[in-house]
């Protein structure tokens, strides 16, 4: 199973781009990324997945890299309530696993 | 997006009881079903993964007796905490896999359930 790191917490200002990081070094050719955040005491909401190219939806954008080792998650305009801790997961997919393993995580704090 | 719903969302009870935790899907079918446990300021740790119709496949390390699962339709599962104790306090989470998504078959995650052992 390929394995992420992401830095323990960052902070970013309200209205101000917040850039998450993920490095995922080992990743296979057919193993997507996927972006969860959870709100504190609540469950994990799922945010962006991509494979190799660049998405975007109405929460955030993922940029991933040509070698696919790293990915950013960018909320453009961040507010108060997208202070949460963000999980980056590579998605184990086989006959009847797929399992979403989570990692440490981000702990984003957005401050006015 | 999918609606997962766990009942109850906090569960207090007395040490050596058995306490039995609810996960739905509300508008999809979901054959599969996962139980996570999350201790105070530590990740979600992926405890099974339920099936519909047939026994649930637990992490190394889970204990299946301890932890009963249950999957007995595609729009519940259950999990029973038998003979709680304090250690076992925690915030259990399930999430359900939408299978209409083709191969983006996603997961969608219920509230939650705070379980207090006292």
């Known amino acids: 199973d390929a394995k992420t790191t992401q830095p323990t917490s960052m902070d970013c200002a309200e209205g101000r781009a917040a850039n998450l990081p993920c490095n995922h070094s080992t990743i296979s050719g057919n193993e997507y990324v996927y972006w969860y955040r959870q709100i504190h005491s609540q469950g994990p909401q799922y945010i962006i997945h991509g494979l190799k190219n660049n998405e975007t939806n109405e929460m955030a954008s993922l940029i991933i890299t040509e070698d696919r080792k790293s990915s950013t998650l960018i909320l453009p305009h961040a507010t108060l309530r997208d202070t949460a801790v963000y999980y980056c997961?590579?998605?184990?997919?086989?006959?009847?696993?797929?399992?979403?393993?989570f990692g440490t995580g981000t702990r984003l704090q957005v401050f006015p | 997006g999918a609606v997962v719903s766990q009942h109850p969302s906090r569960v207090i009870c007395k040490s050596g009881t058995s306490v039995k935790i609810e996960c739905r899907s509300l508008d999809f079918q979901a054959t599969t079903m996962f139980w996570y446990r999350q201790f105070p300021k530590q990740s979600l740790m992926l405890m099974a993964t339920?099936?519909?119709?047939?026994?649930?496949?637990?992490e190394q390390g889970v204990e299946k007796d301890k932890f009963l699962i249950n999957h007995a339709s595609l729009t519940l599962s259950t999990l029973t905490v038998t003979s709680a104790h304090p250690e076992d306090s925690s915030f259990y989470i399930c999430?359900?896999?939408?299978?209409?998504?083709?191969?983006?078959?996603?997961?969608?995650f219920g509230p939650g359930t705070r379980l207090t052992v006292l």
């Open positions: 339920s099936n519909e119709g047939s026994k649930a496949t637990y």
């Open positions: 999430s359900a896999r939408d299978h209409s998504g083709g191969a983006f078959n996603e997961q969608f």
């Open positions: 997961i590579v998605r184990v997919a086989g006959y009847n696993t797929d399992k979403l393993i």
